[in-house]
């Protein structure tokens, strides 16, 4: 799936300056499953690509694979597009929820202070909003009101984007639109029941483009992988203004 989906991307009409995976880079974080990874990036060759660990990374075996990478906490801040893209580490080894201690939320800090007037995106793997459904609010990052708060603080961090939900959801964190990205792979089900075990189903998948432009700041599109027929003509509706009867 995920080579379906780099084949998805390269093929976008969309001119694409950078690829951003928001973790889960792997299943079990070994590391021929990051050799497998790094041969199947190439499609994407030469747009660069810019990863952090999902809760199914290790990040011993990802930095050994992809070298590039800080060591410590695997989080860093691209500056060379117009708008910013802060790349934040938001993993609890061996946990499937997420936490920011107190060194990377300073780490938050100091990078938003830095750049202040510089529209900001910050990608993530745990969503740091509720969602209203407990199966996934239980797993997600579990110090919201804190990262909320530099957020507020910082007024030109207009987007959020993150994954780990398997289902496409949007909300705002103070003045921030966030959005959870739909899974390259299978998505979950929207629970009903907060005491029921999710069920994953096959609705398509899908991957998201953000667009940014100094008029309109960030646009997002959701993009599916499958292809599917066409695009077809529109007809023009008829204007009965201009219908004309016959005798």
């Not at 802060?86 to 939320?105: N, S």
């Not at 990262?147 to 496409?168: K, N």
């Amino acid at each position: 799936m995920a080579s379906r989906a780099f084949h998805a991307a390269a093929a976008c009409k969309a001119t694409i300056d950078a690829v951003i995976i928001t973790g889960d880079l792997t299943d079990c974080g070994l590391a021929e499953e990051y050799a497998e990874l790094e041969q199947r990036l190439k499609i994407l060759s030469p747009v660069p690509v810019f990863l952090i660990p999902g809760n199914h990374d290790r990040q011993e075996p990802m930095r050994a694979a992809f070298p590039g990478l800080p060591g410590g906490f695997i989080q860093y801040v691209i500056e060379t597009f117009p708008a910013r893209l802060v790349m934040l580490d938001t993993t609890v080894a061996g946990a499937p929820h997420g936490h920011l201690c107190e060194e990377r939320l300073d780490w938050l800090r100091r990078t938003l202070a830095a750049a202040p007037a510089r529209e900001t995106m910050i990608a993530m793997h745990h969503p740091p909003l509720a969602t209203g459904m407990a199966q996934f609010d239980a797993i997600a990052l579990d110090n919201r009101d804190d990262f909320r708060d530099i957020i507020a603080a910082h007024p030109q961090v207009s987007r959020i984007i993150c994954g780990h939900h398997h289902r496409m959801i949007s909300g705002n964190v103070a003045q921030a639109t966030c959005i959870v990205a739909p899974a390259i792979a299978y998505q979950f089900e929207l629970p009903r029941d907060p005491a029921a075990a999710i069920g994953f189903v096959l609705e398509p998948s899908m991957f998201l483009l953000h667009d940014w432009s100094q008029a309109t700041g960030f646009i997002t599109h959701a993009l599916y992988i499958e292809t599917f027929p066409g695009p077809f003509p529109i007809q023009p509706e008829p204007n009965p203004a201009l219908a004309t009867s016959t005798p």
